[in-house]
């Protein structure tokens, strides 16, 4: 098992670009979450999936989107590049009952953007 | 609202010495703690948690940690640490929608 995944490990962007990110999350595990880490600072709830909708969201703006296919798998969309979305971007995955009642997330080693 | 205050950014140890990292968390409702490690170039990872029951809680590679109602705290500790501790801690409070709060992290850094 590979545990949750996350591509690309780094990337580089400037203001006003997109940027999409990908997670595969552990096997048999059917809920993805995101988190924003900013540098010194603890992760920021971005929003989760689970079937393919997004079920809750954190305070974001519209800019940033996701999706998640059939298959559990996820992507995270940022519009319109800021300099302070330069942060680590962490995924999150879990069993839908389980993360209700304990929280026992698993994380991939998450992406880093810098935006120049 | 609920908030979880980290109270050190870096703590130094000796390598083999006790270590207690500690958080402090505000809410006026039930509480369920957690304690996340983060090593370097990686995710995050369960430490241990805190759900209801014993108020000590043991987790994973020697770490336990400790909650407090009155103190309003849940700090984590080690009897005897180990260069592979090197790491950032997160504490967090899981809020009533299951989202989780998290504190700004302390870097445990461990000396020879």
């Known amino acids: 098992d590979a545990g949750v995944t996350q591509s690309p490990t780094h990337l580089i962007k400037t203001r006003g670009q997109q940027v999409t990110l990908r997670c595969s999350p552990k096997s048999g595990h059917d809920t993805v979450s995101w988190y924003q880490q900013a540098l010194g600072q603890g992760p920021q709830f971005i929003f989760q999936?689970?079937?393919?909708?997004?079920?809750q969201r954190g305070n974001f703006p519209d800019r940033f989107s996701g999706h998640q296919f059939p298959n559990y798998s996820s992507e995270l969309n940022v519009n319109a590049l800021l300099l302070g979305d330069s942060a680590l971007y962490l995924c999150?995955?879990?069993?839908?009952?389980?993360?209700?009642?304990?929280?026992?997330?698993?994380f991939g080693p998450g992406t880093r953007l810098t935006v120049l | 609202a609920q908030s979880v205050t980290q109270l050190d950014s870096q703590v130094p140890v000796f390598e083999e010495a006790p270590v207690e990292l500690r958080c402090n968390y505000s809410?006026?409702?039930?509480?369920?703690l957690f304690w996340y490690v983060q090593y370097p170039n990686q995710g995050l990872q369960l430490l241990l948690k805190y759900l209801s029951g014993s108020t000590l809680v043991k987790g994973i590679n020697g770490f336990e940690a400790e909650f407090n109602k009155s103190q309003t705290s849940f700090h984590l500790r080690k009897p005897s640490v180990h260069i592979s501790d090197t790491a950032e801690y997160f504490c967090?409070?899981?809020?009533?929608?299951?989202?989780?709060?998290w504190g700004a992290g302390t870097k445990l850094i461990i000396k020879p």
């Open positions: 999936y689970y079937e393919e909708e997004e079920r």
């Open positions: 967090a409070v899981r809020r009533s929608n299951y989202q989780l709060i």
């Open positions: 999150a995955s879990s069993p839908q009952t389980v993360n209700r009642v304990n929280n026992e997330q698993f």
């Open positions: 809410s006026s409702v039930s509480v369920y």
